[in-house]
């Protein structure tokens, strides 16, 4: 079996994701294989991408695509990007109707060895707090992003691309002006 066949049968939360509201079945979403250039580490799916199987199948998917600069076919293609985020399963909705934080035990027991699996990579976009913290200790997002040059062009901080930062974006209008077309063109220059 391959890793992404094995974790794609692992069932390790499925009394953790039995006990939320929608009391569901894990459903890993593994979309990624050796060789990529571009490796995408995001959060975990939400319930549209838990229904359709295919990572960032969705609004925030939309934004994603539109700041890294690629088509659909582009982005789904795993020869050149993959998509590892830090729990691979749905986890739920809190009380609040938000999605639920990825369970740790995602990362600990699969995150190594699917990094170890893609293999190097030119371009690595850190989605989120969650796969910051893991990949670069404690920190807070807005700091991280405002100081997107410290890693860049190899390794881009990005906050979450949901409809929830909308008004994150309104605000910081240097995202847009500034730091996209940086990575627009990272993204380029990694996929020729
Ligand atoms: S979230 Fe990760 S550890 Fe939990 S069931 Fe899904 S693949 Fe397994």
Known sequence: ??????????RLCADRFAATATAHAPRPVVWFGPGARILVAGQAPGMRV??????????????????????????????????????????????KGSDLAPPPICARTWRAQALDHIGPVDVTLLVGGHAQTWALGPGRVTDRVRNWREHAPR??????????????????????????????????????
């Open 1 to 10: 079996m391959t890793l992404p066949e094995e974790i794609a049968a692992c």
């Open 50 to 95: 838990h229904i359709s199987g295919r990572p960032f199948d969705d609004p925030s998917g939309v934004r994603l695509r539109d700041w890294m600069g690629v088509d659909e076919a582009t982005f789904w293609d795993k020869t050149h990007i993959a998509i590892a985020p830090m729990a691979f399963c749905f986890p739920g909705y809190d009380a």
């Open 155 to 192: 390794v881009f901080c990005l906050p979450h691309p949901s409809w929830r930062n909308t008004a994150w974006l309104k605000r910081n209008p240097w995202f847009a002006e500034e730091t996209l077309p940086t990575l627009r063109t990272a993204i380029r220059e990694a996929l020729t």
